[in-house]
């Protein structure tokens, strides 16, 4: 079979009334699930796989229509976020508009929350729950040979207008196993990060599953459980994207450091094998040490992105966070100390907090001093403890999320937790912290002067102009 896997336009997402800037000027990031999936059957199977990365390629509707009916495939496979949803649902439509024979199959997070709405969309044949490398490719099989559907773990279908299903495979329990991301079916050339730099960049897992319980936060297809990846085979994946012209990596996972002695392994493979590389990682403030920082550094780690998430005591523990403010300020000082950049994120809009107390985490922010800030207002989303509670405590009268899987129309917009703050009252404080933060005439200084190269100084300048043009309170 020839499968084309589609990353789709970006245009009717909905975190667009949520704006994280540093996201919005940032570049494209590659689709790592369809990589994996991709990876899997280029090496595992001998079915055909292209992948269509519509954001990178900048691809309207009409183009990328242009590009599933040039590609000619069998089948086309979506993963879906649901705050994807729409453009998701758009694509499908898009292909049953060119054939309505073809097969559409989608994965993804949402179609672990909602699969039977999922599946009772007009546009989707297949929905694949949980990790999809292995049952895809069953999935492809028994498609081609006219195989039994009802084995493959993990598949909701329609069968005589009736859905039927399967549980969700087992959670991988040897990454190594797993065939690396198929970079070379993209424009890999094209990925970018604000922050970075060298360019391109590209992302990487070296884990999956996360075992914190932060109330804002669900990767339910992912599990509880902290898998990893070796030291080694972490590194070989680096090495592949060297050969590529890559040097530049973020590293996807929940929390990198969770176990200590692999990270410091991954660390001395690099430096063994003398990779000139940077790469960025993603960690929590109570998962890090001076040693272990230290090694991080010497093998090109360049930036650690900390989730701080408050500026009290009093949203920490609504939202579960489990760290102190104390232990915020030792961490990143120590991190800066040692040489390495901080990226701190902050949520504005949690249950309980008030003004004041949002005033309170921008001046934490700015207490802390690090190299950049990511904001964003709480949206409450499926699957997480905080939508529960507000269903539960009627914040939320009616199941939205549900409600949207099941008739995903445009111009749906998730509310935020009102309770105190109204929507306005939150964007224009969300407006307010970035503004603090990155128009302060010695950050300005400080992030010029680091400027090495003329596309640097253009990326950054784009990033700045977005802050300076926000609207004034």
Not at 113 to 121: D, G, I, Q
Not at 435 to 447: I, V
Request: proline share 6%; charged share 25%.
């Amino acid at each position: 079979m020839k499968v084309l896997l589609v990353n789709p336009p970006r245009e009717n997402d909905l975190t667009g009334n949520n704006p994280a800037l540093i996201d919005e000027a940032r570049g494209f990031n590659p689709p790592l699930g369809l990589l994996y999936l991709a990876g899997y059957l280029e090496e595992k199977t001998s079915h055909q796989v292209e992948i269509c990365d519509a954001q990178v390629e900048e691809l309207s509707y009409p183009a990328l229509k242009a590009r599933i009916r040039k590609s000619s495939p069998d089948l086309v496979g979506l993963t879906a976020m649901t705050f994807t949803l729409l453009d998701v649902v758009k694509s499908a439509r898009l292909v049953k508009e060119i054939d309505p024979s073809l097969s559409v199959v989608v994965g993804g997070v949402h179609a672990f929350l909602y699969p039977e709405e999922t599946v009772n969309l007009p546009e989707i044949d297949y929905v694949l729950s949980g990790e999809g490398e292995e049952s895809f490719a069953l999935l492809l099989d028994r498609l081609e040979n006219r195989g039994d559907l009802d084995t493959v773990p993990g598949l909701i279908y329609l069968k005589d207008g009736r859905v039927q299903s399967s549980p969700s495979p087992p959670l991988c329990a040897d990454l190594d196993a797993l065939p690396f991301p198929a970079r070379r079916l993209t424009p890999y050339g094209k990925y970018s990060s604000v922050m970075a730099r060298r360019q391109p960049i590209t992302t990487m897992f070296t884990s999956r599953g996360c075992p914190f319980r932060c109330s804002f936060c669900a990767r339910p297809h992912l599990g509880k459980q902290f898998r990893y990846r070796s030291a080694e085979n972490v590194v070989d994946e680096m090495e592949e994207c060297v050969g590529l012209g890559i040097r530049e990596f973020l590293i996807y996972d929940d929390t990198f450091t969770v176990n200590r002695d692999r990270a410091i392994a991954v660390a001395e493979e690099i430096i063994l094998r003398e990779l000139k590389i940077g790469w960025d990682i993603r960690a929590r403030v109570d998962c890090v040490d001076r040693e272990m920082l230290k090694i991080l550094k010497v093998a090109g780690c360049e930036r650690i992105h900390y989730g701080v998430e408050a500026g009290t005591e009093k949203i920490l523990k609504v939202l579960n966070k489990g760290i102190t403010l104390d232990k915020a300020r030792e961490t990143i000082a120590l991190t800066r100390k040692i040489g390495i950049e901080t990226l701190a994120y902050f949520m504005i809009g949690s249950p309980t907090e008030t003004r004041a107390d949002i005033l309170e985490t921008i001046r934490f922010a700015l207490e802390l001093k690090p190299d950049f800030v990511h904001a964003t207002i709480l949206c409450p989303f499926p699957g997480t403890a905080i939508y529960e509670q507000g269903l539960s405590e009627g914040v939320f009268p009616r199941d939205h999320w549900r409600e949207f899987a099941a008739n995903p129309a445009p111009g749906f917009s998730p509310p935020y937790w009102n309770e105190i703050l109204s929507d306005v009252e939150l964007q224009e404080l969300l407006q307010l912290a970035y503004k603090k933060f990155y128009t302060r005439p010695s950050y300005l200084l400080k992030k010029t002067l680091q400027v090495r190269s003329i596309r640097e100084l253009k990326t950054k300048f784009k990033a700045g102009m977005k802050i300076f043009r926000m609207k004034e309170r």
